[in-house]
């Protein structure tokens, strides 16, 4: 009954996600991992009963004990172990990005159309979010009329030494774009990246905050605040603008403190306070559908794809500062829910 | 056609009446004052236009030039004051208490019914705090349905270091006491006082906090905190519990910080900064309905006697850390409504 | 390494516990039932893989696959089976209350000190709940100053058709009987039992809301409104009152929707809205401190004595009105932290 | 003392500054009216004790008694009441536009500096609104860094049926137009806007809502929607991004209400509700600065000359789909701080 799962990359989010699978949740083991650092992989499965480690995520794929495939290995692997997952009709959760270009994840979705069955899952967790869900509902059931904006921010409060522009995109806006698409049950036409005044905080050459303007099919204008350093906190904001009314994103706090002539709640320090609960859901929800035989019920190949594609064409626009439409292959039937 | 005022009091809360009739409010001038100090009424006539100072109360009662009188002496002396207005037949606005016994009281009530016309407003200001107003009208709206509870606190940062525990009574409950009568159109039945752990902050021999039960003729249970030291603010709370739903006075600012972590917003630092719109009002509402030729539509001589005989069961109950019986007169027929 | 876990009583609450010990938590799991009904018993046994039915509780604790015990049966048998789950030198995790009596709390303590260690906790799931946890630390941190009152309300929609006054103690009020002792550590004095006016959607004759103040020892008076019928929703507010601060439970919802001139966000509907997570984590935390070897760290059987205590002092305070002190045993020395 | 006030334009809106100079400020009497509708001034006067109605604006600004102007006509008068009443050396106060071009701002600018003193208030009421002052506080005293971005939201809840595009410009943006150049000290270089998806309950032919992107010479980037039908109410947002952190206007309501599974507060259903105490202050400086014999310390005719420019620019952006240069002219020494 249990669902025996390997991991593929064990670095900060693999280890993250055997903890979750170990400790948190329910109806999962981790019985392999491999990673491109053997003796991490071999100190990991030491740690855990009954947990083998392999030389290579084939090795780790082929593996009978494996029933389903996590994959959190450094971006441009992610293809081979997708595709190696898929040949061998078994179930992979692959952490964003799906692939690092279109035509990468467009060889996914052929493979897994020709398999014939959904196997892939992209770990975009807002979607598992709770605030997000509830947002989700509330645009759903017609109260504010029909949607015509979005305003987002996405504010870090301290940047990796590595960041650079285009990680903004890539690592930051890539969560808005899977997120949007899904909240509007739309496709991205088109896209726009300003860049306002620079925070003296972010490194020399790196442009900090951006905002960036996206299009949906259906007219639907998202604008999206990018703050890779601004310090006090991580905070995602959204508020959908409609036709007769708004619903946001709450600001949330365990405690109201009043002291010093202030009352004041608290926000997330990083990324894991905010959606700890967000990626224990995915994966809880994953598990349960694959231990009932059900497909998937995460992002898809094809958001995956159109993620991607997305997020080139706003890396375009940064570059150019003009506005870029997104050009997406026909969604394939197989996609078509 | 602008109503002339003399103020009987020009201590530090004369003054700031003086000030909202001249610089704030529209409609009124003072055109006499006096004082116990001689000079203090001089020097602050002489810095108003056409202004003269009296020696006595009675003086400037009687002065023709004053069509409306407004009394902000010390408590004890406010009788006489209000009883040689009433006699010259003068509308007096009397800053809490009307009279510091119930006995002075019924002589002002009875001295009015006399008169046969409506002549005194006490200064109970919470009547005109359009956040009050606004609980108010969703109380009596019937949204919650009927009145069950009310949750107050009553704090305040620092206490004068005359304070004593009867000031908690008679200068900080009294508002709650006229407030709960007014919110909910009935009279208090009974008190109760306690007396919680005490705050450090507090000088030696003053009880505070106190937490103080008021039961009203219909039932309805109000506690009040009465924190007189509490540092961090001026902070007025109140929650209205009804049989299916609540209403309560929000946490107002002017902004939200987000900032190291919290996100925060003000708290009054003192009542001036969170009742100052409703002293303007009170006043406003006293001239606009003088200038009319209507009667003074705010708290009346019974409010005034209900709220000393109030807080003389409060004081009582205080002292045996017994539940007290209010006794009231039988409300003349002058003062149905 | 999987806690395996038998539970006594298999009616609404512990099939709640059933369905999160099996789909929800990781590392225990449930592994033999019992109930008064017998058939139950054996229904959800065959639902569940690798489970039995066993007929009485006592046969269960004896059952060697048995690791540790969950007991969610109607409170008069408590007793029994926690006494023996003890003698058979298994942790046993008992739902509130302890014990309906303070000679059978008495006993308790008696066994399990008597086998020299800690194998009861009781299930107060508040002490686990994160809102809760962010207050304790509030006022652990001293940046309210000490803490000198709280209050509290324990609201709930609608009351169980059996539902008496007696419950509101029992039942409702036990849960901040408990969450107080923990929250400022400290024992609890005495208790009073106010009746406001009667809320007209509860049955005949009982006492709807009620108004209780609790004194701790160190003088700190806590007041709690109980109100069972108030319909707009499961509300529990709490907010302590300290020397120079105040720190109070967030009103928290996922999104806020502005529309019909409003801005609007979402109080719980009922007690498993709020407390899921405060269930979840509860046990999580007693199976991982068991797979340890760690004692249960949640609360001892003296927190069940005491709060069958205070219990009792209330129900006697609501019938007499007055003021009750609590009489407590002397705190064993086996339960000094 | 008293300021004696002839109004030019007695409509809606300066009937409603008539009603608050005579009703509600101290210090200033209408003592003259004009309007195009000669009977409506005539009635107007009629009704105010000692006020005389002229058939013209030059008339009124021509007689002896009156100290001081208002100008709250239809905005293409504007400019020559303007420029009269610099030509008598009096001070006015003209209603937002100053004048419909920038050319005729440019006369104006022309006149008053000629003239040698300030004599022009233009009336952009925001820098008088509470909230906007602590706004700026909190971005002056550098609590959240540098200013980065700022996020409005203009939202009315049902335009009139004369509405078109373009006011959403001159009479809703133009609004923040002065805002920004208030709120950073600095001047508009750029602006774009777009069209999202079309509001269904704005007539044909309009686009509503648009999102206003504004350049501040800074290089703070100011993004803006205007949404004239979003029926929920008036709702006037603004969120100021810094290098560490944000500071918003609070959403702020008199009362929050528990009822049906939600907790709820007001949000204003129009201008009036939002901005009356604005209004009042705005009215009240400029009376007290006159009386002092001070300048007026308002928005100048410079601001209201720069508030055009963009307005302009913003127009042809609109109609262009493109960035739009702003061209100003060089800032005049007078009217350099």
Redesign the interface.
Same mark, same amino acid.
């Given at each position: 009954?249990t669902l025996r799962i390997g991991v593929i990359g064990v670095g900060m989010i693999g280890q993250d996600h055997i903890r979750r699978l170990? %400790?948190?949740? &329910?109806?999962g083991r981790v019985v392999a991992v491999s990673d491109v650092d053997h003796d991490r992989a071999r100190k990991i499965a030491s740690a855990l009963?009954g947990c083998t480690s392999h030389v290579t995520g084939e090795e780790l794929i082929a593996d009978p004990n494996v029933d389903a495939v996590v994959v959190t290995t450094w971006g441009p692997t992610h293809e081979e172990f997708v595709l190696a997952a898929i040949e061998a009709g078994k179930p992979v959760f692959c952490e964003k990005p799906l692939a690092t270009t279109r035509e990468a994840c467009e060889r996914i979705m052929s493979a897994e159309s020709g398999a014939g069955q959904r196997l892939v899952q992209v770990g975009f967790m807002r979607r598992f979010d709770? &605030?997000y869900? *509830?947002?989700k509902d509330?645009v759903d059931s017609g109260? +504010?009329?029909? *949607? @015509?904006?979005m $305003?987002c921010?996405h504010r870090m409060p301290e940047a990796a030494p590595n960041y650079t522009s285009e990680m903004a995109i890539t690592d930051c806006l890539i969560h808005e774009i899977d997120l949007v698409r899904w909240l509007f049950n739309d496709e991205i036409a088109a896209v726009r990246v300003?860049k306002?005044?620079? /925070? &003296? /905080?972010t490194q020399e050459g790196v442009d900090d905050?951006l905002?960036v303007?996206i299009e949906l099919g #259906?007219?639907? @204008?998202v604008?999206v %605040?990018v #703050?890779a350093? +601004?310090?006090?906190?991580y905070?995602i904001r959204g508020e959908v603008?409609? %036709? &007769?009314?708004?619903?946001?994103?709450?600001?949330?706090?365990?405690?109201? @403190?009043?002291?010093?002539? $202030?009352?004041?709640?608290?926000?997330p320090?990083d990324w894991r306070e905010r959606f700890i609960r967000a990626y224990d859901i995915e994966f809880?929800e994953w598990i349960?559908n694959l231990a009932a035989n059900k497909p998937p019920a995460g992002p898809t190949s094809w958001d995956g794809y159109a993620a991607t594609a997305v997020a080139d064409a706003a890396i375009e626009a940064m570059r150019t500062g003009n506005r870029k439409t997104v050009m997406l292959a026909t969604k394939p039937d197989f996609y078509q829910d």
């Open positions: 009954m170990t %400790e948190v949740l &329910s109806g009963p709770a &605030s869900r *509830a947002l509330a109260r +504010i009329g029909a *949607a @015509l904006m $305003h921010a300003l306002p005044r620079g /925070n &003296s /905080n905050p905002f303007l #259906s007219g639907i @204008l604008d %605040e #703050s350093n +601004i310090r006090y906190g905070d603008v409609g %036709e &007769s009314g708004t619903v946001a994103l709450a600001d949330n706090t365990d405690v109201v @403190l009043k002291q010093g002539a $202030h009352y004041s709640g608290r926000v320090s809880q349960d």
